[in-house]
């Protein structure tokens, strides 16, 4: 059975940074897409950053220039490096694959706040 696990949320101040990891077993994804969604309380989910197997990237406007995505070349790790964040970046982040997302994870809280 896959399993999606991710790790690296807390609290953190305004203008803080964190770094989010995703670790699969069960499965490898190097030749897949794969995305870093968050989803906040009475609000729909949402693909914040996603990377492609060549590598090429693309950001959600609300984060572009403050969050990069990454994936280590093993294709087990995915990673999402946030800096400059704001209370509004609050919610609960998921990964998973950008095309057909599979079994969702429990993701890590992000909490920004001062």
């Known amino acids: 059975q896959v399993q999606l696990v991710e790790s690296g949320g807390g609290l953190v101040q305004p203008g803080g940074s964190l770094r989010l990891s995703c670790r699969a077993s069960?499965?490898?994804?190097?030749?897949?897409?794969m995305a870093w969604y968050r989803q906040a309380p009475g609000k729909q989910r949402e693909s914040v950053a996603s990377?492609?197997?060549?590598?090429?990237?693309m950001y959600a406007d609300s984060v572009k220039g403050r969050f990069t995505i990454s994936r280590d070349n093993a294709g087990t790790t995915v990673y999402l490096q946030m800096s400059s964040l704001k209370p509004e970046d609050t919610a609960v982040y998921y990964c998973?694959?950008?095309?057909?997302?599979?079994?969702w994870g429990q993701g890590t809280q992000v909490t920004v706040s001062s």
């Open positions: 998973n694959l950008f095309i057909g997302p599979i079994t």
């Open positions: 069960g499965m490898t994804f190097s030749r897949s897409a």
């Open positions: 990377i492609s197997s060549d590598g090429s990237t």
